[in-house]
T-cell receptor, first 115, second 118 residues
Framework: AQKITQTQPGMFVQEKEAVTLDCTYD???????LFWYKQPSSGEMIFLIY??????QNATEGRYSLNFQKARKSANLVISASQLGDSAMYFC????????????FGTGTRLQVTL | DTEVTQTPKHLVMGMTNKKSLKCEQH?????MYWYKQKAKKPPELMFV???????INESVPSRFSPECPNSSLLNLHLHALQPEDSALYLC?????????????????FGPGTRLTVL
């Protein structure tokens, strides 16, 4: 079974500051992928960044980077230079191997960017 | 075209009604998904279609009936729903995974249908 844990129900960050959203996971699958999605109040899930379990380097996508520590089973999302538009719910998710494997989501972290 | 479309955006229905949700993608993806999301909760997987065949049903009540008429379309037929079925219903698509190896198969989500059951 796979499990994703996000321990921060809500976070505040000032505009232009960096923020780290925590995510830990548990799986017995040797091959897995970790995703971060952003969900604004409009409801659409927006893909941000992906990290494969065998990737040697931490993933980066623009202002988003993933701090992947495999031994600690953590995959924290770092958002640099926060913007007001970053205010949203953020979900960490895991996908195992298999032809029709599903995403397992964490409970999410609501990020509020302030002036 | 990297878009998943869903119709309708909003739906209000009574417990005796029959309605359908529609999802469409033209990215050539061969896996499509239905999720249910209650307020302030993560999405919960309902169904997965892989190559137009139902591959995962997460013990969803029979009042929800999925259909995949072709590789671009996914429907969710609703009948005799309960008020607790009110939620955001999200559709997603991706390339299918590879057996034995987790691959980067990002799921693209649609904007969702907000369903209210009276």
């Amino acid at each position: 079974a796979q499990k994703i844990t996000q321990t921060q129900p809500g976070m505040f960050v000032q505009e232009k500051e960096a923020v780290t959203l925590d995510c830990t996971y548990d799986t017995s699958d040797p091959s897995y992928g970790l995703f971060w999605y952003k969900q604004p109040s409009s409801g659409e899930m927006i893909f941000l960044i992906y990290q494969g379990s065998y990737d040697q380097q931490n993933a980066t996508e623009g202002r988003y980077s993933l701090n992947f520590q495999k031994a600690r089973k953590s995959a924290n999302l770092v958002i640099s230079a926060s913007q007001l538009g970053d205010s949203a719910m953020y979900f960490c998710a895991m996908r195992g191997s298999g032809t029709a494997s599903k995403l397992t989501f964490g409970t999410g972290t609501r990020l509020q960017v302030t002036l | 075209d990297t878009e998943v479309t869903q119709t309708p955006k909003h739906l209000v229905m009574g417990m005796t009604n029959k309605k359908s949700l529609k999802c469409e993608q033209h990215m050539g993806h061969r896996a499509m998904y239905w999720y249910k999301q209650k307020a302030k909760k993560p999405p919960e997987l309902m169904f997965v279609y892989s190559y137009e065949k139902l591959s995962i049903n997460e013990s969803v009540p029979s009042r929800f009936s999925p259909e995949c008429p072709n590789s671009s379309l996914l429907n969710l037929h609703l009948h005799a729903l309960q008020p607790e079925d009110s939620a955001l219903y999200l559709c997603a698509s991706s390339q299918p995974g590879t057996s034995g190896r987790a691959t980067y198969n990002e799921q693209f989500f649609g904007p969702g249908t907000r369903l209210t059951v009276l």
